[in-house]
């Protein structure tokens, strides 16, 4: 599975910025998609995820300023950004989690090429 992101960008304090990511290639179920962020010397964080069944996790961070939003159809997922604040900035990074056959129930990952998001203050 490849994961394609399109979008961040530059943007002030305040500002709104949206993310999306598409997969495409070969598998059963696209059980899981959802969007990481990483800063340089720290760990990648979860940001936000959302399971087919529409249960969704934010980071407390993100709560209540953040929206992730799938087309399970299209194999989408977008993530909209409002009330950005510095501290938001970091390579963002696609994920999905994945069964390759209905005949394995395991979950395999991939990952989609970061995007830059600055929020300058």
């Known amino acids: 599975v490849q994961l394609q992101a399109s979008g961040g960008g530059l943007v002030q304090a305040g500002g709104s910025l949206r993310l999306s990511c598409v997969a495409s290639g070969s598998f059963y179920s696209m059980d899981v998609m959802g969007w990481y962020r990483q800063t340089p010397g720290k760990q990648r964080e979860l940001v936000a995820s959302m399971r087919n069944s529409g249960s969704i996790d934010y980071a407390d961070s993100v709560e209540g300023r953040f929206t992730i939003s799938r087309d399970i159809a299209r194999n989408t997922v977008t993530l909209q950004m409002n009330s950005l604040k510095p501290e938001d900035s970091a390579v963002y990074h696609c994920?999905?989690?994945?069964?390759?056959?209905?005949?394995?129930?395991?979950?395999?990952?991939?990952w989609g090429q970061g995007t830059q998001v600055t929020v300058s203050s």
């Open positions: 994920a999905a989690d994945y069964r390759r056959s209905r005949w394995l129930s395991t979950q395999s990952r991939s």
